[in-house]
């Protein structure tokens, strides 16, 4: 089955920047979008098609792709932004597969 | 704005049928297709399915045989049935608003999500 390979935690200094990647066969022919999940809370997506952001997301959140690796950089981190982090796709039968997840510790 | 409310059983003996329901609030229920996600405790998303307004149904290949995703177009609400659970399908269970109909699955992304149902199978 189709996989999306993300590291499983960054940890990152108040202020600093921090890259999450998400590496996929098919991610260069896919969009690939991304999630942030609080502990007990449901997913909120951040990243949409790649680089859009959704109404309310801050510009220091930002996507980019390049070949099968997709990134998610959040930039001057703070402590709210300490959470799960997970990549999504579609393979090419339609099958919705989402990034192993990685934790972000500030 | 969109807003989803789901509820069901939290408590299951294995090999019972897991019964979940969603409502959707506001927006439009036509225009889009209508998934379940599910999350074992610490562990990372699955999708199980999804479904729109005409009951097209997809499901993923790894649960395909045990899953029925049925819609109600009177009420805006979609349900979510899986037979013969084992404890493996112990998870929190989502529901969330996919991809526009008319829209490839390859663009589909999902929001919002509904608040979670942990459902716990246990003998």
Known sequence: ?106 | QVQLQQWGAGLLKPSETLSLTCAVYGGSFSGYYWSWIRQPPGKGLEWIGEINHSGSTNYNPSLKSRVTISVDTSKNQFSLKLSSVTAADTAVYYCARGRQKGIAARRGWFDPWGQGTLVTVSS
Do not use: M, N
Request: proline fraction near 7%; charged fraction near 15%; glycine fraction near 10%.
């Open chain 1, 1 to 106: 089955s189709y996989e999306l390979t993300q590291p499983p935690s960054v940890s990152v200094s108040p202020g600093q920047t921090a890259r999450i990647t998400c590496s996929g066969d098919a991610l260069a022919k896919q969009y690939t979008h991304w999630y942030q999940q609080k502990p007990g809370q449901a997913p909120v997506v951040i990243i949409y098609k790649d680089t859009e952001r959704p109404s309310g997301i801050p510009e220091r959140v930002s996507g980019s792709s390049s070949g099968t690796t997709v990134t998610l950089t959040i930039s001057g981190v703070q402590a709210g932004d300490e959470a799960d982090y997970y990549c999504q796709s579609a393979d090419s039968s339609g099958t919705y597969v989402f990034g192993t997840g990685t934790k972000v510790t500030v």
